[in-house]
């Protein structure tokens, strides 16, 4: 029973991945879009910011899409033409790798982006008004209220990189109602499709479950794995972190679990000839932090997500079978993920083609 879940879960995962031509659309009023490909909206080490009062999970690629609306202030200071082709269309697409609250810092630099103004006249600006008994934060979220200033939302903001223009903007009917981004699947617009490819954006591999984007994902040979491994596995424990480690078969797990306990790291095997009310008891130590590394071997049902998840001879035939099973295996990682490989196969490519 638990091996046709676990085929089932596989197939489902891997029926994410050929799916996933389906990419977020984030909509915003003209010129915020524009300004942010245009570097207008540079903060820090990020290619663009955009601030919402909402809070949103996902990391990954979106699309940037410009809507009926104009900002006049915006477009008046960064002299943007208002012309009726830069409405209704997907502009281009970027990666969102973070969404929280911004800084004071970062806010400060969100006003001189959105006004076009020094930094240091942003600094004059509120210096002034806390001297009137305004607080920092009522300056800095009702800009707009001192002047004809654009000010970002309160809330959390999204920061960008890899940020990709498209050279003729896409068409796009955005549906009434919702405010918020919608999924859309890329492959119904073939303009949409020639514009991805065009900026080097391969939807037929690029895109992953939106769990698996998140992850750290690198590549180690396979001929020097378990040197690394103990690496891994020495440098997640100074920090309390927790690893599983997956092999192909149950005496390999066995046999590695005996040689990284001779090393002094605390690790117990696990696989299905081990009895159940004993794998429930090494899943019980492993939840509290009792045992540092798991080796599994044919079954992770059972086991809790973790920081890090390593791969042990992930491109040998005997051991993954295709998309499904790796992408299976990786989301179990919170964090990260290290494929021990030679050679990068069809099956790791497809799932994680950011791997060289």
């Known amino acids: 029973m638990r091996q046709e879940q676990r085929h089932t879960q596989e197939q489902e995962l891997g029926k994410e991945i050929t799916k996933k031509w389906m990419i977020p659309v984030f909509p915003n009023w003209f010129p915020y879009n524009n300004m942010v490909f245009d570097g207008h909206l540079k903060v820090g080490k990020y290619a663009g910011v955009k601030t919402r009062s909402w809070q949103w999970d996902y990391r990954g690629p979106v699309l940037f899409y410009n809507s009926l609306r104009t900002e006049k202030r915006a477009t008046q200071v960064y002299e943007y033409e208002n012309d009726r082709r830069e409405h209704k269309v997907i502009i281009g697409i970027a990666d969102i790798v973070e969404s929280r609250p911004l800084t004071i810092d970062e806010a400060k630099q969100m006003l001189a982006n959105f006004n076009n103004m020094p930094l240091a006249s942003v600094e004059q600006i509120i210096k002034n008004l806390r001297k009137e008994g305004y607080f920092l934060d009522e300056i800095i979220y009702n800009f707009y209220d001192f002047g004809p200033y654009v000010a970002p939302y309160r809330g959390f903001g ?35 499709v020639k514009q991805l490819k065009l900026v080097g954006y391969d939807i037929e591999s690029k895109s992953l479950p939106m769990d698996l984007a998140r992850l750290e994902v690198s590549r180690v040979p396979a001929t020097g794995q378990i040197s690394v491994l103990e690496k891994v596995i020495r440098n997640a424990s100074a920090k309390k972190e927790r690893v599983i480690v997956i092999l192909n078969n149950e005496r390999a797990a066995e046999d590695l679990s005996e040689y990284l306990n001779e090393l002094g790291l605390n690790t117990r095997y696990f696989h299905t000839e081990i009895a159940q009310k004993h794998r429930e008891q090494i899943v019980k130590e492993f939840e509290k932090n009792g045992t540092a590394v798991v080796i599994a071997a044919n079954t992770i049902e059972e086991l809790p997500r973790v920081t890090t998840v390593v791969i042990i001879d992930a491109d040998k035939d005997r051991g993954l079978r295709n998309e499904g099973q790796l992408a299976y295996y990786s989301s179990l990682a919170i964090k990260r993920v290290v494929i021990c490989a030679d050679k990068l196969s069809a099956t790791i490519r497809s799932v994680f083609p950011q791997l060289k």
């Open 158 to 192: 999204f920061f960008f990189q890899n940020l990709r223009r498209f050279e003729t903007y896409v068409p796009f009917n955005w549906p009434s109602g919702p405010v918020k981004p919608i999924f859309i699947n890329t492959k119904e617009n073939p303009q949409l």
